[in-house]
């Protein structure tokens, strides 16, 4: 019998991919840790709440645990945007791992979480890619095209002169495959998969236009309430996890987009220089905005800013 | 107090008169969204996100009016063949059930609305709506039909009392039994 | 307390106040407010409100109303009775002709909407008083539309289709394909059921009097009924899969189309539009706070360990893997009675799918056999959406005693169907296989 039970809501659905090595594999490493002793129950996206919604059940305690993606709680904390990932600057998985852990996005962002009761750990990066129905060769091409996006990255492609739109997720595949969009991006190779895009749009965009991250969210105070041991598996296990899960993610994205290549003849194509160029000054202006956020924003772009200038991205 | 059930009768019912023409602007929006991708070439990034706000409080004012005109459906299978005295006892015996609920939705809901009214909460989408005007209509929309409730039960302990009920004070009234059509196919309008 | 009896318990408190007669939404709140306070103390309580709020917040939910709009203005427009006069005029000697008229519109409203309800609201109202006027059986034509308004998740596009894609992760476009064979094979079972009936017992779905039947002339002058409607189909139509509209965009087109209609009639006017207007908010209201409520109720039911007593289900199912079939059929079809479509694909589909992909079911097909239960689902008593839509634009005399006990033989006619897919999965499978390979 475990000694501790957990409802832990995820914002990824249940039977996913993403639900089952994200989340499966915490709770059953969490078991076998603890020797049987704290359980984790876990929910798929909708059960109890979805979206945003995880945020307020966590931090009122209606549940101890969820998964979020940062992009929910950036009223909560200036630095969520930083963490949630600005277009068009970091390039590699790493970098991104690096600046979350290493370099103190995390906690900048919990620093306002936690007064608020609420723990963050990130748990995984991940790249975000577009898919379009149409070769995009020059900044002609570009222009006005229709892409299905949400967050910053709409201000990010809308800046770069393209023609965003958000369209909710239940209407996307019919919405690309009948041509309302002409683009759209769900996560990377993985997400596009899972979401059927490549049957309606063939060309899969590289480079990823930004790189992001997920994270699990916990209640400050039931993790005060347990035992040392069990709070300790719990969130030393996090911390490793987003490390395993973060390169893991990486090398399914790789087999994802083979499979699309095959399956679905996906081309592989890339931006032309001269919309990456245009895409490097709205990057700018995003980051510019976030920073404008407030002191604990403009340590976070500080952060981002130190990185790329060692990495030679300015 | 007559004149209370009677303020709150016509309160709900005017929301209703009103409330109706969410509708046309939700079609508005959504037309708009159409014509300023295709016409314009410009699509719109907000139109789509305020009719989904305007849809929600759309979908949830009208639960006093509705309460009001007697429409939430119910099974009257049974019920339906009872007595107006009898369909008032037993409304009134079940009238704890709707109170939990409501009584709770109002509760929570304010909750709810005044965490978003603190935080001024606004929408992550990149139009940054704001969310607190809708959230607050939460606790309102469950007050409107609370009340509703509560001049509901009034008016069923006076039929209990054997006592007449004006539909202006107490809202849309059972009927003793449901017209049962003498041929099949033969409906009154 | 066991999840068993905590089941027992639930849906018996369910059904006990429901026959009492309390309304819908407020028995489902209620009951769940218990719940959730049995199972999580009083912190459970926030999700009632949370959940209305994700509710409203759906983005797909808004084609409700515009549907609903759109179904009055052509009612009171007269092109609704202009539609019906003409199916009388051409198929005034089949008996039960007008009823399939009703389920061959409902198959094109199915195309042009990805939920359930757009269908049965606008047959409800255009439909149902025009076959009771020319003396159609109640309870024929209230089931035909009852089954009939339920292709709309089954023939694409399709918003469940999607969530079980997204839950399952098999193929949107392969889905939306499948549904199309079953949809038409539907369509045609019911058609056949009403045929044969109305043949067997004419009074059900009266002939036109030969006397009253019109000549030619008049066939083809009637004909000009339909210009109107066909002109509103094709352009939502047209907007869906043409690429100009997401569908609930369509919805808005659709709108535009019956202002168009009514104008033409020379109808359009503020009192017609507001009017209209009013019907969709009460009709709109009454589903919607029974959607939060429902939403609460499978909230609760999942907080009280639903996977678990479907877990624990699934081990005892003898039979072997046509057994386990079966069962999860079954248990679709109980639940289908109680539980809105949403809620029982999240509490359901995690439990199913290993067992269907251990037993080597095409997940593609039990998309469809799912789909087809829900559909049941919509139509079954107590607690069906379809059902709620009707009672909410049925004319008086209409009592939801009438609307339950009209479901029947389309229930296991659809059933039939759903057997019938069963035995030959390429009713189902040949569409996307044929498109996009094995
Ligand atoms: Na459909
Ligand atoms: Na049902």
């Not at chain 1, 309430?225 to 973060?246: G, H, T, V, Y």
């Not at chain 2, 606790?139 to 509901?152: E, H, I, K, S």
Request: net charge negative; with cysteine.
């Amino acid at each position: 019998e475990p000694e501790v039970t957990w409802r832990v809501q995820s914002h990824w659905p249940k039977a996913s991919s993403s639900f089952d090595d994200s989340l499966q594999v915490l709770a059953d490493q969490l078991l076998e840790r603890t020797d049987g002793r704290f359980k984790l129950e876990l929910y798929g996206a909708g059960e109890f709440a979805k979206g945003p919604d995880i945020y307020n059940l966590v931090r009122k305690g209606v549940v101890p645990m969820g998964t979020i993606s940062p992009s929910y709680i950036q009223d909560k904390a200036q630095a969520a945007g930083f963490l949630y990932g600005i277009p068009g600057t970091f390039r590699e998985s790493w970098e991104v791992q690096h600046a979350a852990k290493n370099l103190g996005l995390e906690d900048l962002v919990n620093e306002e979480l936690v007064e608020d009761g609420v723990l963050l750990m990130s748990e995984k990066a991940y790249p975000t890619e577009m898919v379009v129905s149409k070769p995009i060769t020059s900044a002609a091409d570009f222009e006005g095209l229709k892409i299905r996006s949400s967050g910053t990255m709409l201000d990010y492609l809308k800046a770069a002169g393209a023609a965003p739109q958000y369209i909710p997720g239940s209407e996307l595949y019919q919405s690309l495959s009948s041509g309302v969009v002409d683009g759209a991006h769900w996560g990377a190779a993985i997400g596009a998969k899972s979401m059927s895009l490549w049957e309606a749009a063939k060309y899969h965009v590289k480079p990823a236009l930004g790189f992001t991250i997920d994270a699990f969210i916990v209640n400050v105070d039931a993790l005060e309430d347990l035992p040392p041991d069990l709070r300790a598996a719990l969130l030393d296990l996090m911390e490793i996890r987003f490390f395993q899960r973060s390169s893991e993610y990486m090398h399914k994205e790789a087999i994802a987009l083979a499979a699309g290549m095959d399956e679905n003849g996906v081309e592989v194509i890339e931006l032309p220089e001269e919309v990456l160029t245009v895409m490097g000054q709205a990057s700018k202006d995003i980051m510019a905005t976030e920073a404008a956020k407030g002191p604990l924003a403009e340590k976070a772009a500080g952060i981002y800013q130190t990185l790329m200038s060692d990495l030679g991205y300015n | 107090m007559q004149n209370l059930a009677r303020a709150i009768t016509r309160l709900n019912r005017e929301i209703g008169k009103w409330a109706s023409l969410g509708v046309l602007a939700i079609f508005v929006l959504l037309l708009a969204d159409v014509v300023m991708r295709y016409l314009v070439g410009q699509p719109t990034i907000w139109t789509a996100e305020l009719a989904t706000l305007i849809f929600g409080v759309y979908a949830i004012i009208g639960g006093g009016y509705l309460m009001a005109e007697r429409g939430h459906v119910s099974v009257d299978i049974i019920y339906g063949s009872f007595s107006r005295k009898r369909k008032a006892l037993i409304d009134i015996i079940t009238w704890p059930l709707f109170l939990l609920f409501v009584g709770t939705l109002l509760w929570q809901g304010y909750d709810l609305a005044s965490e978003a009214i603190a935080d001024m909460e606004r929408s992550n989408s990149t139009w940054k709506a704001p969310l607190w005007p809708t959230k607050s209509l939460i606790p309102v929309a469950a007050a409107l039909l609370l009340l509703q409730g509560m001049v509901r039960l009034w008016s069923d302990v006076r039929v209990l009392m054997g006592l007449e009920n004006d539909d202006a004070v107490f809202g849309t009234q059972a009927v003793d039994e449901p017209h049962h059509p003498e041929k099949p196919g033969e409906i009154q309008e | 307390m066991s999840v068993e009896l905590l089941t027992l318990l639930f849906f018996g408190s369910l059904i006990l106040f429901v026959l009492l007669g309390t309304p819908l939404a407020f028995v489902l709140g209620g009951v769940s407010v218990v719940f959730l306070y049995y199972e999580m103390g009083p912190l459970g309580f926030y999700l009632l409100a949370s959940k209305m709020w994700e509710t409203m917040q759906s983005p797909t939910l808004m084609a409700v109303p515009l549907f609903v709009f759109m179904a009055i203005l052509l009612e009171k427009s007269g092109v609704a009775n202009d539609l019906y006069d003409m199916m009388h005029q051409w198929w005034g000697g089949l008996r039960g002709g007008l009823a399939i008229g009703t389920v061959l519109i409902c198959v094109i409203f199915a195309a042009m909407s990805g939920i359930s309800g757009a269908a049965v609201v606008t047959m409800g109202t255009i439909a149902l008083p025009k076959m009771l006027e020319r003396g159609y059986d109640k309870k024929l034509a209230l089931g035909a539309i009852n089954a009939g308004g339920g292709w709309g998740i089954l023939i694409p596009p399709s918003i469940l289709m999607v969530l079980y894609s997204l839950l399952t992760e098999v193929s949107v476009g392969r889905l939306f394909a499948a549904g199309v064979g079953p949809g038409i094979l539907l369509f045609v079972l019911v058609s056949i059921y009403i045929g044969v009936r109305c043949w067997i017992q004419p009074e059900m779905g009266p002939a036109l009097p030969k006397e009253e039947r019109g000549d030619w002339g008049k066939k083809i002058a009637s004909l000009k009924a339909v210009i109107l409607p066909v002109l509103i189909v094709a352009i939502v139509l047209g907007a869906i899969f043409g690429g100009f509209a997401t569908p609930t965009e369509a919805a808005a087109i659709g709108v535009f189309g019956a202002m168009f209609a009514t104008f033409v009639n020379r109808q359009l006017s503020w009192g017609v539009i507001h009017d209209a207007a009013i019907s969709t908010l009460k009709l709109t209201a009454l589903v919607m706070w029974i959607l939060f409520a429902a939403h609460a109720f499978s909230t609760a039911y999942t907080a009280l360990g639903a996977h678990g007593l479907i877990q624990n289900l699934m081990g005892y199912i003898p039979g072997g893997k046509w057994g386990a079939l079966a069962f999860m059929l079954f248990v679709l079809f109980l639940f289908g009675m109680v539980l809105d479509p949403v809620g029982i694909m999240l509490i359901t589909l995690p439990v199913f799918l290993p067992i269907i992909s251990a037993a080597g079911f095409d997940p593609i097909w039990f998309g469809i056999l799912f789909i087809i239960m829900m559909e049941v689902g919509y139509m079954t008593p107590p607690f069906g959406f379809n059902l709620f839509y009707l009672k909410g634009v049925a004319p008086p005399g209409v009592t939801m005693g009438d609307i339950y006990a009209s479901v029947v033989p389309y229930v296991l006619v659809t059933l039939l169907g759903l057997f019938l897919i069963i035995l030959i999965p390429n009713i189902a499978l040949y569409l996307p296989n044929l498109f996009y390979g094995r």
